[in-house]
Nanobody, 127 residues
Framework: QIQLLESGPGLVKPSQTFSLTCTVSGGSITTNYHYWSWIRQPPGKGLEWMGAIADSGSTYYSPSLKSRTSISRDTSKNQFTLQLRSVTPEDTAVYYC???????????????????WGQGTQVTVSS
């Protein structure tokens, strides 16, 4: 029953900042052992994990994006948000939010698997 829905701008100019919000229904983002993740797919490329926020509020980021990325949440709205700063055309992608899980508590973010996905939202960076 858990569903995720992304929202945010479809077009962003280079050097600017955009935010995407994922609204979760059917379950709480504070449920134990969940890592609410952002994943993107540039055109012609594979999926890239960007980061996650855990049920505790702890955040985790891909090293390649950490300097430009922030993930936050609003538990009262059952939402979590991706902020990506200083964007370039290479940030053009379909952005997904997803419900991430791990098989064991001591595993790293590389071990996440995704039980639920949003539909994805296109973000195009262009002047």
């Amino acid at each position: 029953q858990i569903q995720l829905l992304e929202s945010g701008p479809g077009l962003v100019k280079p050097s600017q900042t955009f935010s995407l919000t994922c609204t979760v229904s059917g379950g709480s983002i504070t449920t134990n052992y969940h890592y609410w993740s952002w994943i993107r797919q540039p055109p012609g490329k594979g999926l890239e994990w960007m980061g996650a926020i855990a049920d505790s509020g702890s955040t985790y980021y891909s090293p390649s994006l950490k300097s430009r990325t922030s993930i936050s949440r609003d538990t009262s709205k059952n939402q979590f948000t991706l902020q990506l700063r200083s964007v370039t055309p290479e940030d053009t992608a379909v952005y997904y939010c997803a419900r991430g899980l791990k098989d064991s508590d001591d595993l790293t973010m590389a071990s996440l698997w995704y039980a639920s996905w949003g539909q994805g939202t296109q973000v195009t960076v262009s002047s």
